[in-house]
């Protein structure tokens, strides 16, 4: 499994971004992907994650009702559209995958971590 993720970039307060996970190794249709994001001196911080059927998502609370987490099989992608985004959003965003096909908000259960990409949100 070797990941990337792509799409960052620099918006404004209340603007949209959509990342993209790949996988360029093989199919990761069965293990469960999660988002995760570090800004400078803070912690890694759980965003998002998809089971591996696409029907199990789960968010962190400061994201929940603006990021949706999806995946599309078919293209082997994973994706993190992000809406009314606002500065505290600003950070490298990772995609990571599990061997499980059950999602975690806890990064240690991640076992393939890909280059992360910046988002800024200015305001």
């Known amino acids: 499994v070797q990941l990337q993720a792509s799409g960052g970039g620099l918006v404004q307060t209340g603007g949209s971004l959509k990342l993209s996970c790949a996988n360029s190794?093989?199919?990761?249709?069965?293990?469960?992907v999660g988002w995760f994001r570090q800004a400078p001196g803070k912690e890694r911080e759980f965003v998002a994650h998809i089971g591996w059927r696409g029907h199990v998502t789960a968010y962190g609370d400061s994201v929940k009702g603006r990021f949706t987490i999806s995946r599309d099989t078919a293209k082997n992608m994973v994706y993190l559209q992000m809406n009314n985004l606002n500065p505290e959003d600003t950070a490298v965003y990772l995609c990571?995958?599990?061997?499980?096909?059950?999602?975690?908000?806890?990064?240690?259960?991640?076992?393939?971590w890909g280059r992360g990409t910046q988002v800024t949100v200015s305001s």
């Open positions: 190794r093989r199919t990761f249709s069965n293990n469960a």
């Open positions: 990571a995958a599990s061997r499980s096909s059950i999602g975690s908000a806890d990064y240690t259960q991640y076992n393939y």
